[in-house]
């Protein structure tokens, strides 16, 4: 019997460790950057591929509504960004590998053919100007949930039960 005990213990413990280790869930997952203890928060991914970023730009202070496709490796694909107004970073031109039009309403759509990325930064700014997640039918309020002043890096990855009770999941806790 104590034989079996040494055996059944150590099994035990192995299992243990893989369930808390191997990745189980996609999430979109915002790492604090430029700091020795990085704070973490996600969503979790459902069937929908594509998300939204909204912002309202500091200078015009109008809506600009960036697309994106989560493609099945996990990279991020660029699909669009929509705004009102053309300048300091919202382009009045395309560039090789894009497409701009222009609505009746002033509505400018920049299309992009094929730009693929694994992650971005995203600076959560410290003035009272809105910043939102869009998913699936829902919007998340990025300043709520993020702390204003810091960059955070912008993934999809598949995360381990020790990082889903580690982050700070965007419609749960807050910081």
């Known amino acids: 019997m ?17 369930a808390w280790t191997i990745p189980v869930k996609q999430a ?11 704070r973490f928060a996600y969503k979790l ?3 929908d591929d594509e998300f939204q970023i909204r912002y309202v730009h500091s200078i015009f202070l109008t809506d600009v509504i960036e697309t994106y ?11 669009t960004m929509r705004y009102e107004d053309v300048g300091i970073g919202l382009p009045a031109h395309a560039e090789e590998g894009e497409s701009l039009t222009v609505t009746d309403e002033g509505i400018y759509t920049l299309t992009y053919e094929d730009k693929v990325i ?4 995203l600076y959560i700014g410290d003035v009272d100007a ?3 997640f869009r998913y ?3 919007e998340t309020d990025l300043k709520r949930f993020l702390e204003r002043g810091h960059s955070y890096e912008f993934r999809v990855k598949k995360l381990t039960l020790i990082e889903l009770l580690k982050g700070a999941r965007l419609n749960g806790k807050e910081y």
Request: net charge neutral; charged share 25%.
């Open 2 to 18: 104590k034989r079996l005990l040494i055996p059944l213990v150590l099994l035990l413990i192995v299992l243990l460790i893989a």
């Open 136 to 138: 699936s039918g829902e």
């Open 69 to 79: 496709r989560v493609l099945p490796d996990r990279s991020i694909r660029f699909l």
């Open 28 to 38: 979109f997952t915002f790492t604090e950057t430029r700091t020795e203890h990085p």
């Open 118 to 121: 694994d992650s971005f930064v």
């Open 45 to 47: 991914l459902a069937d």
């Open 130 to 132: 809105q910043l939102a």
